[in-house]
C-alpha cells in the first residue's frame, strides 16, 4: 500500500498562508496526472473534496485554496486563513489501489 | 443534485454481520465509469477505503479486509450495499459512501455516514 505522511497539527493566525504537506513513499504520477487529493473535515461531518488531481479546486472551493506538488511531494496551502477553516485536513492518493489516506492534518489558529 | 446517505443497524454483536446500505440520487451508478467506494473512520482517526463497485459490476476491495467484505448493488443502480462478516471492535467506526466520478478520480461526493458500534 502506498503510504501518506502529514503532520499532525499547524497553528496559524488569521489572516496568514497555512501550508500542509502530504508525502508518499511511491510515486503517485501517472501519464502526466499526480493522484493525490485533499479533503476538508470538520467534527461531525463528511469529508469534503477540496483540491483533486493535486492541484485542481473543486467545484465552490474558494481561491483561498491551492494545491501543488508531483511525484512523492505534495502541498495544500490556504492563503488567507479564515477563522472558518479550523479543520483536519486529508490527503488521498487514487494512483494505487487500495486507495489510501494520511493521518490528517488538524488546522488550528494562534 | 448528488445525494448519498447511508443506513445500518447501528450497534450489533462481535462475530454478527454487519450489513450496510448507501442510497443515492442525482447520478446513476450505470453512467460509465461511475464508482461508489466505501470509506470508514473510527473516531478521531483517519480513513480507510473498503470497497467498491463500478458502472459495470465490477468489485474492488481492500486486501486487509478482503475475505471479509461484500459490496453489490440493486439491479435498478440507486443502491450500493456492503456486507462485513465476523465483525469485532475493531469495526467500530462512521462508514461513508462516497461517489468517484470516474477510476481513480477523487471523491466527489460523500453520504452523512452513519455510526456503527460493536459491542457485546
Known amino acids: 500500500d502506498i503510504v501518506l505522511t502529514q503532520s499532525p497539527a499547524l497553528a496559524v493566525s488569521l489572516g496568514q498562508r497555512a501550508t500542509i504537506s502530504c508525502k508518499t513513499n511511491?510515486?503517485?504520477?501517472?501519464?502526466?496526472?499526480?493522484?493525490m487529493h485533499w479533503y476538508q473535515q470538520k467534527p461531525g461531518q463528511q469529508p469534503k473534496l477540496l483540491i483533486y488531481?493535486?492541484?485542481n479546486l473543486a467545484s465552490g472551493i474558494p481561491a483561498r485554496f491551492s494545491g501543488r506538488g508531483s511525484g512523492t511531494d505534495f502541498t495544500l496551502t490556504i492563503d488567507p486563513v479564515e477563522a472558518d477553516d479550523t479543520a483536519t485536513y486529508y490527503c488521498?492518493?487514487?494512483?494505487?489501489?487500495?486507495?489510501?489516506f494520511g493521518a490528517g492534518t488538524k488546522l488550528e489558529l494562534k | 443534485q448528488v445525494t448519498l446517505k447511508e443506513s445500518g443497524p447501528g450497534m450489533l454483536q462481535p462475530s454478527k454481520t454487519l450489513s450496510l446500505t448507501c442510497s443515492f440520487s442525482?447520478?446513476?451508478?450505470?453512467?460509465?465509469?461511475?464508482?461508489v467506494s466505501w470509506i470508514r473512520q473510527p473516531s478521531g482517526k483517519s480513513l480507510e477505503w473498503l470497497a467498491a463497485?463500478?458502472?459495470?459490476?465490477?468489485?474492488y476491495y481492500n486486501p486487509s479486509l478482503k475475505s471479509r467484505l461484500t459490496v453489490s448493488k440493486n439491479t435498478s443502480n440507486t443502491q450500493v450495499f456492503l456486507k462485513i462478516t465476523s465483525v469485532d471492535i475493531a469495526d467500530t467506526a462512521t462508514y461513508y459512501c462516497?461517489?468517484?466520478?470516474?477510476?481513480?478520480?477523487?471523491?466527489?461526493?460523500w453520504g452523512q455516514g452513519v455510526m456503527v458500534t460493536v459491542s457485546s
Open positions: 462516497a461517489r468517484r466520478p470516474d477510476y481513480s478520480a477523487h471523491f466527489d461526493y
Open positions: 442525482g447520478f446513476s451508478l450505470s453512467t460509465s465509469g461511475m464508482v
Open positions: 488521498q492518493q487514487s494512483r494505487n489501489l487500495p486507495d489510501t
Open positions: 488531481l493535486a492541484s
Open positions: 511511491q510515486n503517485v504520477d501517472y501519464y502526466g496526472n499526480s493522484y
Open positions: 463497485i463500478d458502472w459495470d459490476g465490477d468489485k
